[in-house]
């Protein structure tokens, strides 16, 4: 079964929002066009969901600003402007995104003390969000997965897409993702190709089966 996992494509990360990854917009018809033309058996997508006093929020901790590094349950935090605050716009898929063929969203990020950039479990590893049993259950053996952002959520979900589904080909569809950074954009397409993660384009994903 080949999948599709869309990950965080939600107007917090698009331009206007409150966490805009730069010309995060810009895969949204990239992302549409592999739903329509993909040939997927099955669509999924993730969406940070987090509480108003999150603690991955620099609002959360007195005197610090966001995109300072910060310590959250101990482990050091990248503190991040309010964003994706569960019942707001912000955290709404981006209404130009093909939601129709969406058959399962996995919400991340609930938890106060602990982040969540993948869409399979915590940043500590400790609570898994239930996505990789929901997969695994499906008989998904090709998981293609693109989103926001790749230098960070995205990368995430595919590096625990490939520990989490033994005997599954994960791949990173470079060209329907944005990142922050360009380096960490480059930094991070490096970990997950040596991880195993095949590096492909949407191109790529639409003319294979």
Same mark, same amino acid.
């Given at each position: 079964m080949k999948c599709l996992l869309l990950v965080d494509i939600q107007n917090g990360f698009c331009s206007g929002g409150n966490l805009a990854v730069p010309n995060g917009q810009d895969i949204v018809p990239i992302a549409n066009r592999l739903i329509s033309e993909g040939e997927y058996d099955l669509v999924v997508a993730s969406q940070d969901w987090h509480p108003a006093d999150h603690g991955s929020f620099a609002s959360q901790h007195p005197g610090s600003r966001p995109f300072e590094m910060g310590t959250l349950g101990g482990e050091p935090q990248m503190l991040w402007p309010d964003h994706?605050?569960?019942?707001?716009? #912000?955290?709404?898929?981006?209404?130009? &995104? #093909?939601?129709?063929?969406?058959?399962?969203?996995?919400?991340?990020?609930?938890?106060?003390?602990?982040?969540?950039?993948s869409a399979f479990r915590d940043n500590d590893?400790?609570? &898994?969000?239930? &996505?990789?049993d929901y997969l695994a259950e499906k008989r998904v053996d090709v998981l293609d997965v693109c989103g926001l952002a790749t230098d960070y959520c995205v990368k995430a979900s595919a590096l625990d897409a490939k520990a989490m589904l033994p005997g599954?080909? %994960? @791949?990173?569809?470079?060209?329907?993702?944005?990142?922050? #950074?360009?380096?960490?954009?480059?930094?991070?397409?490096?970990?997950?190709?040596?991880?195993?993660? @095949? %590096? %492909?384009?949407?191109? #790529?994903? %639409?003319?294979?089966r």
């Open positions: 994706c605050v569960q019942g707001t716009s #912000d955290a709404d898929f981006h209404p130009d &995104l #093909d939601t129709a063929r969406v058959g399962y969203v996995q919400r991340k990020g609930q938890r106060r003390d602990v982040d969540s950039y590893h400790s609570a &898994l969000t239930g &996505l990789s599954t080909d %994960i @791949r990173f569809v470079a060209d329907a993702s944005r990142g922050i #950074d360009a380096a960490g954009v480059e930094a991070a397409i490096a970990e997950m190709a040596a991880a195993g993660i @095949r %590096i %492909i384009t949407s191109a #790529d994903a %639409i003319g294979s």
